[in-house]
């Protein structure tokens, strides 16, 4: 009940392409989804966040697509550049407060 | 201070040892939280503050683990007897309220190993 899962697990994407990270939840309680993003030996900072009663959400090159009644949503990462090479946490809160995280996916975009 | 902050960045102990995790949180962040992060798996919840209160303590995996808060700043959180299945890389986030769409910072972590 309690689980957000993540897919892919890692991702290899052309500079320039559009790298997609897709999560689905089944706890229907969340109503924060936060997206962190986590370089090696660095703490995972936090890169967009959507409500449930948004369907999508853009801050620059970064969207998240929300489908509330498949319970799902996804990030998506337009014109990927090498330096959003890190691994990507999905996430997702309600009113137990503490946040429930995918598993990450590790994106590489090469040069 | 300006963010997060954590100590020791990172601590090797002998198993069957005591070890001390500290965190400083944002200023004036009510709510702090601790997460462990085994290698290569996402982040697993294990206690949260609200000011020096801990209403939830369900993620603590054994009782061998404990975590204070004081003065609505500082925590510390301690592994008694250490175990190897202890090693990871806890982190520490903070956030202003623990409402569920406020945003958690998060510290770079200690990375405990444990020999």
């Known amino acids: 009940q309690q689980q957000v899962k993540q897919s892919p697990q890692s991702l290899i994407v052309q500079k320039g392409g559009i790298s997609i990270i897709n999560c689905a939840y089944e706890n229907t309680a969340f109503d924060y989804f936060p997206w962190y993003q986590q370089f090696p030996g660095k703490g995972p900072a936090l890169l967009i966040a959507i409500r449930p009663d948004v369907s999508e959400k853009k801050e620059g090159r970064f969207t998240i697509s929300f489908n509330k009644s498949a319970k799902q949503f996804s990030l998506h990462i337009m014109d990927s550049q090498p330096g959003d090479s890190a691994t990507y946490f999905c996430?997702?809160?309600?009113?137990?407060?503490?946040?429930?995280f995918g598993s990450g996916t590790q994106l590489t975009v090469l040069p | 201070g300006a963010g997060v902050s954590q100590s020791p960045s990172n601590k090797v102990t002998e198993k069957g040892k005591d070890v001390e995790l500290r965190c400083d949180p944002i200023s004036g962040h009510t709510a702090l939280y601790w997460y462990r992060q085994r290698l290569g798996q996402g982040l697993e919840f294990l206690i949260y503050f609200q000011g020096n209160s801990a209403p939830d303590k369900s993620g603590l995996p054994s009782d061998r683990f404990s975590a204070e808060r004081t003065g609505e700043s500082v925590s510390t959180l301690t592994i008694q007897r250490t175990q190897q299945e202890d090693s990871a890389v806890y982190l520490c986030?903070?956030?202003?309220?623990?409402?569920?769409?406020?945003?958690?910072?998060f510290g770079d972590g200690t990375r405990l190993s444990i020999l």
């Open positions: 986030a903070s956030s202003q309220r623990t409402f569920s769409n406020q945003p958690q910072h």
């Open positions: 996430a997702a809160t309600g009113s137990a407060r503490q946040l429930t």
